[in-house]
């Protein structure tokens, strides 16, 4: 039985996975890049290797800011697949969505949103 507060605070952070990489400035981290993307998209001619480079990089790091901006995973899963099912009803794709636990993994989070987009693209195709 759980009697102290210190038990209880111990009891809920165990529900629940902090993001390993939570940032509360990744608003003005994400600015930033998608400014510097949008410099690149928007330059005239063909891009050359390092900015072609950086371009890619850039996807890696606005993907990065922004999953930054949730401080558990629960949050991250429950954004991820309200916007899944989202483009599943859209879609008029009937799938139930996996049932994963507030203490899921960013890997297991990942797997799972993988799988639906797989599934999408496949009802999708053709």
Request: hydrophobic share 45%; aromatic share 6%; glycine share 4%.
């Amino acid at each position: 039985m759980i009697t102290s507060s210190r038990e209880k605070a111990a009891a809920m952070a165990s529900a629940v996975r902090l993001m390993p990489n939570h940032d509360p400035h990744w608003r003005a981290r994400l600015a930033q890049a998608r400014a510097r993307q949008a410099d690149l998209l928007g330059h005239e001619g063909l891009l050359t290797a390092a900015e072609q480079a950086e371009l890619e990089s850039l996807r890696g790091i606005i993907k990065e800011a922004f999953r930054s901006g949730f401080r558990t995973t629960a949050e991250y899963r429950d954004f991820q697949f309200a916007r899944a099912r989202e483009v599943l009803d859209a879609e008029g794709i009937a799938l139930d969505l996996p049932f994963l636990p507030d203490d899921a993994t960013l890997d297991e989070i990942d797997r799972a949103l993988a799988a639906i987009r797989q599934t999408i693209e496949a009802a999708t195709a053709g």
